[in-house]
């Protein structure tokens, strides 16, 4: 009964208590609330309940309508207590989760690079030299220039036939056909040897080796004012003996790439037709840039324009032939053959004067 009555003494202050918040008025202070009736033990026996008196209710200051507030009974006082609209909620903040550690790059495989065969459009840009000084010969003079010589002996064929002296016999019967044509001739070579033959260092780049002797071929025929420059080859292709036939090139990047290229055609042309006039099916592999070659510097020395490679260049039109394969058994055969070569000097000097013939005086 002692807690029943300190319940309703409580309901009785907060409802005071409410209602002089509600006119603006002080909250009085609560009176201490009774000392709480020991319970005993649970050893003890409880007696049997009786009310214990309470204190008398203090009732705080206040007016007579809110004293009798104290009186209500305890479900009344329960009702009448204050209200209150709790605050919205606060926006539920979810966490947001850290990202997912990324699995670390894995490097893509290496693949071999693309090999783009050589283009027209891909080619480095030649600024050739401009042609200065250059007094051509009164009379058509051409310079025939056998291939090698000395210790450079080129390709040489299964059977011991090399390439500098089967070059050197075949501008020698080509040289005859010409002058007996009355047309002038001047060969950069007339033995096995170098043109270079001091060994000096003729282009200038501080080294003495194989550029040095084709340097000073192309100052020969520069020299002589000639008005066309052919230069004697054969060919081979280590590791593939089934190439065969003739293939003559010019170089577009020239100074003269138009008149090469047309002395270059005459060349092919005629140079077939000798091989199948000595009684040998030759195989045609047409006229081609000297870019194909891959040389140092993209071209061959005696008919590229002026480049890090090639101090002076050749200044009239001009042709390079390969003859024949030497690593090719057939072709090779034909080679050995004092008719073959007889007809091929024939060929050269055919194609040289054909081209003349189109050159004004």
Known sequence: MGYLRATKTLAAWLLTATLIACDGGPLPSPTAPPAPVPIPGPATALPPATEVPGPPATEPPATATRAAAGALPPTLAVLLLPTFTPL??????LPI?????MPPTRALPATEPTVVPPSRTARPVATPAPVRGYRRAATPLVVLDPGHGGSEIGAVSAGGLTEKGVNLAIALAAEADLRAQGIAVLLTRRNDTQVNAAGGDVNGDGTRDVDDDLQARVDLANGAGAWVLVSIHNN????DPATRGTTTYYCSDGLNPAASRALADTLDNRLLAAVRGAGYAGADRGVRDDYELRKPEGHLYLLGPHNKRITRPSLMP?????TLFLSNAADAAQLARPEMIAA????????ISAYLATVAP
């Open 88 to 93: 919205p909620a606060p926006p539920l903040i």
């Open 97 to 101: 989760p850290a990202p997912a550690a």
């Open 236 to 239: 081979a292709q280590p590791g």
């Open 318 to 322: 001009g042709a390079l032939g390969e």
């Open 344 to 351: 091929l000097g024939a060929g050269y000097a055919a194609g």
